[in-house]
């Protein structure tokens, strides 16, 4: 789960700007007993990235068409 953007709150308005977005990730087939630090992720990408792979097992085909983000997953199963 996923915000679509983050706010600044010492900007004024609602527009989207430079704050990181919060990341829930969860899998089944999690061998960890307890939360994962996945770090400040590269982009928001990583998150489309990871479902991919997730889908399609292998990603580096994907990857020469300029796939943009890093996936997580092997960081969460």
Excluded: W
Excluded at 25 to 35: E, R
């Amino acid at each position: 789960m996923s915000a679509d953007h983050g706010n600044d709150p010492t900007y004024r308005g609602s527009d989207h700007t430079r704050e990181f977005i919060p990341l829930l990730a969860y899998s089944p087939a999690a061998k960890a007993a307890g939360p994962v630090d996945l770090g400040t992720r590269g982009s928001f990408g990583d998150i489309g990235a990871t479902v991919l792979e997730a889908l399609v097992g292998n990603i580096k085909p994907y990857t020469r068409e300029k796939l943009s983000g890093e996936s997580f997953l092997g960081k969460i199963v």
